[in-house]
């Protein structure tokens, strides 16, 4: 069973469009989180969910919506989609004290 | 301010080489420490951490240890296998959570038989 899944894995749009990755965690974790590795694989968080509250967001613009049904579950949505967004978006969760586990990531190309 | 500094690579050693990569960082107070890796083409791994000073983490045969006196958190491996080629990231976390990383660059690390 795949603890943090990610859906879809790969994901190639035009810009402009309106675009969601799933993130969904069977672990019981309580926060969930958002990362952004770009080209350089430099790896920048971008939002923190707690009980389904936004605990962190980071300098991202607001076309960048996440969306916390429960609390096993962070969406991201982005809006108007632009060629620097294209990256790797990687979903995490965490419970208390204990350290992150991370999806398998979804590359994400604007064309 | 809260950083996270590592060597930059990439690093290609010789398989059974011994394997450093410096990581130091900064922070007002005292953040839990990880090294986290990533093999092509798959997602993060926690492949380490320790949480105050002076802790050891360990784990297939790489160790890190946290000191407070340098900020550092170098990982270590004593003779490195061609599948630990991936690329190695230190990371902090701040805010109370451990899920609130603060990342370095990355290190690729080739191993070459």
């Known amino acids: 069973d795949t603890a943090v899944s990610q859906t879809p894995k790969y994901l190639v749009t035009q810009m402009g469009n309106d675009k969601s990755i799933k993130c969904e965690q069977n672990l019981g974790h309580d926060t969930m989180y958002w990362y952004k590795q770009d080209s350089k694989k430099f790896l920048k968080i971008m939002f923190s969910?707690?009980?389904?509250?936004?605990?962190i967001n980071e300098t991202v613009p607001n076309r960048f919506s996440p969306k916390s049904p429960d609390k096993a579950h962070l969406n991201l949505h982005i809006n108007s989609l632009e060629l620097g967004d294209s990256a790797v978006y990687f979903c995490?969760?965490?419970?208390?004290?204990?350290?992150?586990?991370f999806g398998q990531g979804t590359r994400l190309t604007v064309v | 301010g809260n950083s996270v500094t590592q060597m930059e690579g990439p690093v290609t050693l010789s398989e059974e080489a011994f394997l450093t990569i410096n990581c130091t960082y900064t922070?007002?107070?005292?953040?839990?420490l990880f090294w986290y890796v990533q093999y092509p083409g798959e997602g993060l791994q926690l492949l380490l951490k320790a949480t105050k000073a002076d802790d050891k983490g360990s784990n297939k045969g790489f160790e890190a240890t946290y000191r407070k006196e340098t900020t550092s958190f170098h990982l270590e491996k004593g003779s490195v296998q061609v599948s630990d080629s991936a690329v190695y990231f230190c990371?902090?976390?701040?805010?109370?959570?451990?899920?609130?990383?603060?990342f370095g660059k990355g290190t690729k690390l080739s191993v070459k038989p």
């Open positions: 969910y707690n009980n389904k509250e936004l605990i």
């Open positions: 922070a007002t107070g005292y953040p839990s």
């Open positions: 990371a902090r976390n701040y805010g109370g959570s451990q899920g609130n990383l603060i």
């Open positions: 995490a969760s965490s419970r208390g004290q204990s350290e992150a586990f």
